[in-house]
């Protein structure tokens, strides 16, 4: 019989962090059709939390080419590239102004991509507003169940189209399933940038952990840290433990790791966190998986999102060698598939894209929630952020909105950049430590 030729579907990411990118990328190879090869087109949108070379390499998703843009250079892009699907990894006000630039320079276009979004993992804060921001995508990603169904109650609230959610799971899951105890036994505690948000609280968990080392010298305690000092994530990182930790003394089994978290996870006996997506990748390989409950469980830490969960537990239960187990039926409602489904978790995404791309006609314009009509007050303000006007053409000095960048004013961009990235990263945190005083 002859061989059906394999299709090659052209997708696009744009991200602003790491987490991001590895969300977004991850997402784009789960949702193309099986029977293609996809080329994936990475673009990273310039700000703060635009990843460096570090951060992608420990990310470990690969692209067939990748490139630094501001939202302007993307939309000039997008109006001249042809793409299959289009993954908008950003932050809600990002989606929001590139579906409105994005509607803008497609106008009058049959032919278009597929735009997808989501959110990288848990969703415990700012339900309504994130997913109000990402409304007017085809497809709005819902990581489990229970998120779905919340998704589609916040969209029918307010009487907007909810047919763009659909159910899929967290991208990044994998790996062996937990067989039994490693020699040595291994703690691993996956720290997270802005949770907790202070000093104390902080360098509590830190003492705490090293307390753990030193009860259990038989053990391996590990610190798991997203990024080194200097370095932005999706969230911004102002006391690094990696500082913390050097005015203390920890005991050798005690240590800081770097690196992909299923590698650390291959290892992992006792998987730790406040709130991290970290313990659902634990809950998924059926790692013994504890959500602290030392600083109280409270909507600011993230963590009421594992009430029922059966992981809640406190460093003193810990010490004395509680290894809790996850509620079963919680674990199915949130995307995790530790019961083997996961395989098929992407199919309605494939479907929904698929019947999308064969529409008779072509593609419908985008059709965002927020209007200059529904959000006067809101809408410019977000759009403008991104150098955007109301309607979503650029802005009268929107950065090379006219013309590809020259070498001069790519030297001057990235000199501005770091300055830009010092006054976060660095200046800013001590005027507002200062402010404490």
Not at 158 to 176: C, I, K, N
Request: with cysteine.
């Amino acid at each position: 019989m002859p061989v059906t030729p394999t299709k090659t579907r052209r997708v696009a990411v744009l991200a602003d962090s790491d987490t991001r990118w590895k969300w977004g990328a991850l997402t784009a190879n789960r949702i193309a059709p099986e029977d293609s090869d996809i080329r994936l087109d990475g673009y990273l949108l310039r700000g703060r939390a635009t990843p460096t070379a570090r951060q992608l390499q420990e990310v470990g998703v690969h692209a067939d080419s990748l490139s630094e843009v501001t939202a302007v250079e993307f939309l000039r892009t997008m109006a001249q590239e042809s793409y299959d699907v289009l993954v908008l990894a950003l932050v809600g006000g990002g989606v929001q102004a590139m579906l409105h630039g994005l509607k803008r320079v497609w106008e009058g276009k049959a032919e278009r991509p597929v735009v997808v979004t989501g959110y990288v993992g848990v969703v415990y804060e700012k339900l309504a507003d994130g997913l109000l921001l990402r409304h007017g995508a085809d497809l709005v990603l819902a990581n489990s169940r229970q998120d779905a169904e919340r998704f589609r109650a916040v969209y029918e609230g307010v009487g907007a189209d909810a047919s763009s959610v659909t159910e899929v799971a967290l991208p990044f899951l994998g790996g062996e399933p937990y067989t039994g105890e490693h020699d040595p036994y291994t703690v691993v505690f996956a720290a997270q940038p802005s949770v907790p948000d202070n000093r104390r609280d902080r360098t509590y968990l830190l003492n705490r952990l090293i307390q753990h080392a030193r009860k259990h010298p038989e053990r391996e305690v590990l610190l798991k840290l997203r990024s080194k000092p200097g370095e932005h994530t999706t969230h911004i990182e102002e006391l690094p433990y990696q500082k913390l930790v050097q005015r203390l003394d920890p005991p050798a089994n005690f240590k800081l790791v770097y690196g992909n978290m299923g590698e650390v996870l291959d290892r992992t006996d006792l998987m730790v966190t406040i709130s991290s997506t970290a313990a659902l990748e634990s809950l998924h390989r059926r790692i013994p998986t504890v959500v602290l409950s030392d600083l109280g469980v409270r909507e600011v830490l993230g963590n009421h999102h594992f009430v029922g969960s059966g992981c809640l537990a406190s460093w003193d239960q810990l010490d004395e060698g509680h290894r809790p187990t996850a509620d079963e039926e919680w674990v199915s409602r949130q995307g995790v598939c530790a019961d083997g489904s996961y395989a098929t978790a992407f199919d309605p995404a494939r479907e929904r894209i698929a019947k999308l791309l064969g529409r008779p006609g072509g593609m419908p314009a985008l059709t965002p929630y927020y209007t200059p009509a529904t959000a006067p007050g809101y809408l410019p303000g977000i759009l403008a952020r991104h150098h955007l006007g109301p309607d979503g053409s650029p802005l009268p000095g929107a950065p090379a909105h006219d013309k590809e960048p020259g070498p001069v004013r790519q030297i001057v961009r990235r000199a501005a950049r770091g300055a830009y990235r010092h006054g976060v990263q660095r200046v800013a945190p001590v005027i507002r430590r200062m402010g404490e005083l």
